[in-house]
């Protein structure tokens, strides 16, 4: 493989990482003289299973109205509060009245020090770094720096190339903060914070695309091709790439720990003025439903598919994950600028709902599975004699890992070992004898597929039963001529699909394949070869069934 710069993080952090899932919250602003008291806001997060907070203060009556609530709470410090932060006296100070009076029956997890800072018209972006290391120097005094994380969420504004996203560039303007940022993150173990948001770059032929619907608007990334289906996964691996290239340059930070991006805000106006012709109601909630099922269904990013961490320019190993927040909690009538800023609420002020959100499956993980992966620290000569002995002695299937199959890329030791541990874990009872592999196994908590290549996992199903479906990896061109070769030579029974019957809604490319490709592969042993239609195909172990729609 030749040496690499590895962002790599150590055993139990990943162990740790690795269990807690993929997160969606909700950035509660506070700019309107209309909004309920923090008590009532406490009952509406709690009715909406609303599981994680972002406030952009410290405000105690907000930290005191979630005690004992168990929703994670992101505290902010506003940009006009820097030039203090810049005393460490204040900040001991402020950490010992703003926070520790709450901390732990108000679960706090992070403090965002200043907000898109590098945008600020004052002296947001030169006060930022002194500040940030004042409040870790305060956390550590009292033993809590691992426990809260410190950091400042930044402005998609920062890159100066976001397209393709493997070219994704930070402006060299900006180097005064970023190189000093990137460092302070890797030093304190602390997530690289961002604010994307999609709505400002669509247009008439991008809609759909940035909606997360399907569209031609996709595209293959040139240099890694990597297949881009949203414009949310294209700006957010533009940010990943952006710091992979920095990093490789400061060789000290990539040889730390593997640095996770945080999305801190995201979202879709309900309401604009006259030029605002894609803020509606309908978009807005078609957005942030999608969005959500995005972060939650386990698929991450191209560049960054969840549970797989990062070689630079490849996949290598478990432990990725997707943290967003929506923004905002409430529409609100003080904020500054046009008619559009005050109106990105999923709620109204009297707490009714602008449109509605399913949170209720947010920041879970796998539903108590596991799976069995190499340890990315364990010596290259003991994880090979390991893959040997599990793809010869041990008798995994490792096909898939073969040249032109479908789990082949990365090529490199650690995801071909990860994939041959985990189908002979699968194979052998799911018990910790069978993740050992002389020490170079571990179990994890969220599942490592990426792309196609699917970790195979025990059925959930009561009667062990799977089901074969339409990947959404791949193109449209590849996925049509999978469901006319099903329908037609494969001879699956595609009446289900046709106009007026059961199956034909929803009508989409997706849905029709994946009950054709279903169809098939239930006719023809229900196996991984009659599972494959190319590459554009996977098995799941949940009845896809819906309505009167039955995935035989």
């Known amino acids: 493989m030749g040496l690499k ?54 405000d105690p009556q907000v930290l005191n109205a979630f005690k004992n609530t168990g929703v994670e709470f992101m505290v902010g410090v506003h940009n006009s509060d820097l030039p203090a932060f810049q005393s460490q006296s204040y900040v001991d100070s402020w950490l010992s009245k703003n926070i520790l009076p709450f901390y732990q029956p108000t679960k706090i997890t992070h403090i965002t020090v200043g907000n898109e800072v590098t945008e600020s018209s004052d002296n947001a972006a030169n006060l930022v770094m002194a500040a940030l290391r004042n409040v870790v120097s305060a956390l550590r005094k009292v033993g809590l720096q691992d426990r809260i994380k410190v950091s400042t969420p930044l402005s998609f504004g920062v890159l100066s190339k976001s397209f393709p996203p493997s070219e994704g560039a930070f402006r060299s303007s900006l180097e005064y903060v970023l190189n000093p940022l990137l460092e302070f993150l890797d030093e304190n173990q602390s997530p690289f914070m961002v604010n994307l948001y999609p709505y400002f770059a669509v247009g008439d032929s991008s809609l759909d695309y940035t909606l997360f619907k399907p569209s031609s608007q996709g595209f293959e990334d040139p240099n890694t091709g990597l297949r881009y ?60 439903t999608n969005l959500i099922r995005h972060v939650t269904d386990d698929s991450g990013t191209p560049a960054m598919p969840s549970g797989v961490g990062y070689v630079l320019d490849t996949p290598a190993m478990p432990g990725g994950e997707l943290d967003v ?163 037609g030579p494969g001879k699956a029974d595609c009446s289900s699909i046709q106009p007026n019957q059961q199956c034909f809604e929803p009508n989409t490319l997706l849905s029709h394949a994946s009950f054709a490709f279903n169809n098939y592969y239930q006719k023809n042993g229900a196996n991984d070869a009659s599972c494959s239609f190319r590459g554009n195909a996977i098995k799941v172990d949940k009845d896809p069934s819906y309505g009167n729609c039955i995935y035989h």
């Open 5 to 58: 710069l590895v962002f790599a993080v150590s055993l139990l952090l990943q162990l740790l990482d690795l269990c807690r899932g993929n997160k969606v919250g909700v950035a509660y602003g506070r700019d309107g003289d209309n909004l309920p008291s923090p008590d009532k806001v406490a009952q509406l997060v709690a009715k909406h299973s609303i599981r994680y907070l972002r406030i952009y203060d410290s």
């Open 325 to 487: 927040y929506i923004f905002s909690l409430f529409n609100e009538n003080n904020k500054a600028g046009a008619e559009i800023e005050g109106n990105w609420g999923i709620f109204y002020p009297d707490m009714s709902t602008v449109y509605h959100l399913d949170f209720s499956g947010t920041g879970t993980n796998s539903n108590g599975r596991s799976w069995c992966v190499a340890s990315s620290e364990a010596p290259k000569s003991a994880l090979q004699n390991a893959l040997d002995w599990a793809c010869g002695p041990g008798k995994a299937d490792c096909s898939a890992l073969q040249r032109g199959q479908q789990c082949f890329e990365p090529d490199n030791l650690v995801s071909h070992a990860s994939y041959a541990f985990n189908n002979y874990y699968q194979k052998n009872g799911l018990t910790d004898e069978a993740c050992i592999f002389g020490g170079t196994g571990i179990k994890v908590y969220r599942d490592p597929s990426h792309g196609n290549c699917i970790y195979n996992v025990k059925s959930s199903d009561p009667n062990g039963r799977t089901w074969c479906v339409a990947s959404k990896q791949v193109s449209r061109t590849e996925l049509q001529n999978a469901l006319d070769w099903a329908c």
């Open 229 to 288: 289906d949203n414009m949310f996964d294209a700006q957010l691996d533009a940010v990943y790439f952006a710091i992979a290239s920095r990093n490789a340059v400061h060789s000290s930070l990539a040889s730390r720990g593997r640095k996770s991006i945080l999305v801190t805000e995201t979202g879709w106006p309900t309401q604009g003025s006259r030029g605002d012709k894609y803020a509606s109601i309908e978009n807005a909630q078609t957005y942030n």
